[in-house]
Antibody
Framework: EVHLVESGGGLVKPGESLRLSCAAS????????MSWVRQAPGKGLEWVVR??????????YYAAPVNGRFTISRDDSKNTLYLHMNSLKTEDTAVYYC???????????WGQGTMVTVSS | QSALTQPASVSGSPGQSITISCTGT?????????VSWYQQHPGKAPKLMIY???NRPSGVSTRFSGSKSANTASLTISGLQAEDEADYYC??????????FGTGTKVTVL
């Protein structure tokens, strides 16, 4: 069974950086497509980034609002995916969900989410 | 990439059927059969209900079904039950190889 646990959220000031972690079990991240999706308080879902890790491809697609500020990395030995968020803005405040993609376009399993608050 | 358009709310009585629409463009919903639907209860993570327009993952009730016509996808819930009360979001692949969610629909069981 796929299981995802996010961590690393917290309160930061505008312009600061933060790294989120997504510990995976039940599958190997080095053979998967994965995504991050966020949800601002009281708002809808917003796709953030999608990465193809299969065969060490590493092809990554970013949503326009985070392109150039957010990047993904991974640690295969820990079966963990990371989201590096730089130059954070108040509009980045949201719950961030890590997702395993059951197809290249489908969010098959979701973690419980980690809250990121960007405020001065 | 603009969000796909969904009605803000849909309601129905127990046992009835309701349909939620998801309208995009010829660059997303209309271009690919890669529309998925997610159910989200308050304070919980979303759950996959339908993928690739009309496929149900294992474990999802047969009361949930999906379809698509041109630039509009639809999710139908038949035999509405109290536990179906939740927010529902559609999602589509786009011609830019990105993904876009719908604005979300709150389903109320009267």
């Amino acid at each position: 069974e796929v299981h995802l646990v996010e961590s690393g959220g917290g309160l930061v000031k505008p312009g600061e950086s933060l790294r989120l972690s997504c510990a995976a079990s039940g599958f190997t991240i080095s053979n998967a497509w994965m995504s991050w999706v966020r949800q601002a308080p009281g708002k809808g879902l917003e796709w953030v980034v999608r990465i193809r890790i299969k065969n060490d491809d590493g092809t990554t697609y970013y949503a326009a609002p985070v392109n150039g500020r957010f990047t993904i990395s991974r640690d295969d030995s820990k079966n963990t995916l990371y989201l590096h968020m730089n130059s954070l803005k108040t509009e980045d405040t949201a719950v961030y969900y890590c997702t395993w993609m059951s197809t290249v376009t489908t969010f098959g399993s979701w973690g419980q989410g980690t809250m990121v608050t960007v405020s001065s | 990439q603009s969000a796909l358009t969904q009605p803000a709310s849909v309601s129905g009585s127990p046992g009835q059927s309701i349909t939620i629409s998801c309208t995009g463009t010829s660059s997303d919903v209309g271009a690919y059969n890669y529309v998925s639907w997610y159910q989200q209860h308050p304070g919980k993570a979303p759950k996959l209900m339908i993928y690739d327009v009309s496929n149900r993952p294992s474990g999802v009730s047969t009361r949930f079904s999906g379809s698509k016509s041109a630039n509009t996808a639809s999710l139908t819930i038949s035999g509405l039950q109290a536990e179906d009360e939740a927010d529902y979001y559609c999602n589509s692949f786009t011609s830019s190889s990105t993904l876009v969610f719908g604005t979300g629909t709150k389903v109320t069981v009267l």
